[in-house]
């Protein structure tokens, strides 16, 4: 009986989501970056990619990987874990979770792209620069992004975008993929 109800349930929040890019337009979109990323760069000389956790480290992946099957070259990549250089810490209720940064090449002087799944305020990105600067002095700091959604409270602007979805406050928008378990899809969710 659980079982039922659980599944009853699911079917019940698939039915509040309204349904953006399938998993044939997020592979277009990623393809169409990683040549976006390439022609602008003019190849992979002093490239790598940087993915924001969780889901622009898998996004970042899937870049390194077209890149190289483009190319015939694997940049470097690395995992940028935002969560200390939030504005926002003091206003949660609930602890942080921290999870790993993982950058093993030095930052300085190289092109680096940072890569995560959707641009909103720009507060995520303004935290991941600081935590890349951290690191070293970048050339160049260019932002990919799956999905820009607007309302922009600091002017941040993605260098590289898969899809512009005008939304408003009251939506929200979930980029699902088949890293994390679930199938490749983009949805807007009623608050």
């Known amino acids: 009986m659980p079982g039922i109800?659980?599944?009853m349930s699911a079917q019940h929040d698939r039915q509040q989501?309204?349904?953006?890019m399938e998993s044939g337009d997020i592979a277009r979109a990623m393809t169409r970056i990683a040549h976006e990323i390439l022609e602008r760069n003019k190849g992979v000389k002093d490239l790598a990619l940087v993915g924001i956790r969780t889901g622009g480290v898998h996004l970042a992946h899937r870049l390194v990987r077209r890149i190289h099957d483009i190319e015939g070259v694997t940049v470097p990549i690395g995992e940028l874990d935002i969560t200390l250089y939030r504005d926002d810490?003091?206003?949660?209720?609930?602890?942080?979770?921290?999870?790993?940064?993982s950058v093993p090449f030095d930052i300085s002087d190289k092109i680096?792209?940072?890569?995560d799944d959707v641009l909103f305020?720009?507060?995520?990105?303004r935290a991941a620069m600081d935590g890349l600067i951290d690191l070293g002095r970048p050339a160049e700091i260019q932002l990919a992004v799956l999905v820009d959604r607007g309302h922009r409270q600091l002017p941040i602007k993605a260098t590289y975008i898969g899809k512009n979805i005008p939304t408003s406050r009251e939506e929200q928008i979930q980029v699902l993929l088949e890293e994390a378990g679930e199938d490749d899809r983009v949805v807007i969710l009623k608050a």
């Open 89 to 101: 810490l003091a206003l949660r209720k609930e602890q942080p979770v921290l999870r790993k940064t």
């Open 5 to 7: 109800l659980m599944t």
């Open 112 to 115: 680096i792209v940072l890569v």
């Open 121 to 125: 305020t720009g507060r995520t990105i």
């Open 17 to 20: 989501e309204r349904l953006v």
